[in-house]
Nanobody
Framework: HSQLVEFGGGSVQPGASLRLSCAAI????????IGWFRQAPGKDHEGLSY????????RYADSVKGRFTISRNSAKKTVDLQMDNLKPEDTGVYYC??????????????????WGQGTQVTVSS
C-alpha cells in the first residue's frame, strides 16, 4: 500500500527556516509531479509550489516566491520544500500531493490523485 508522508514541520519564530520533505512509502519516489499545499485554520488548501518529473517545470505561488524552494532529492528519494524567512501567515498544515495536473491546475488540490496526511508548521513569536 503506497502513500505519501510529509516530514519536517515544527514551531519556529518569524524569520526562521524549515525544510519539509515528502516521501513515498511503499513505492519508489517516482510519483510523477509533486505539489506542496498548506491549509490555514478555517481556509481552503492553498497551492504553494510544484515540481514536475523530470524537474523541468517548477512553479511558486506569489505568496512564497523568493522564500520557498522546491527540489527533488534523488539520494533520499524525497521532494523537499526549503522554507526561508518564515512569516506568521505561513502557519498551517502542509501537505504534499502527487498526480498529473493540467498546466493551469498545478495549484489546485483536486487536480492531484494522492495526498499525504500533512505536517504542522507554526510561525509565532
Amino acid at each position: 500500500h503506497s502513500q505519501l508522508v510529509e516530514f519536517g514541520g515544527g514551531s519556529v519564530q518569524p524569520g526562521a527556516s524549515l525544510r519539509l520533505s515528502c516521501a513515498a512509502i511503499g513505492s519508489p519516489l517516482e510519483w510523477g509531479n509533486i505539489g506542496w499545499f498548506r491549509q490555514a485554520p478555517g481556509k481552503d488548501h492553498e497551492g504553494l509550489s510544484y515540481i514536475s518529473n523530470p524537474p523541468t517545470v517548477i512553479r511558486y505561488a506569489d505568496s512564497v516566491k523568493g522564500r520557498f524552494t522546491i527540489s527533488r532529492n534523488s539520494a533520499k528519494k524525497t521532494v523537499d520544500l526549503q522554507m526561508d524567512n518564515l512569516k506568521p501567515e505561513d502557519t498551517g498544515v502542509y501537505y504534499c500531493a502527487a498526480g498529473s495536473p493540467y498546466d493551469d491546475g498545478v495549484f489546485s488540490w483536486n487536480e492531484y490523485e494522492y495526498w499525504g496526511q500533512g505536517t504542522q508548521v507554526t510561525v509565532s513569536s
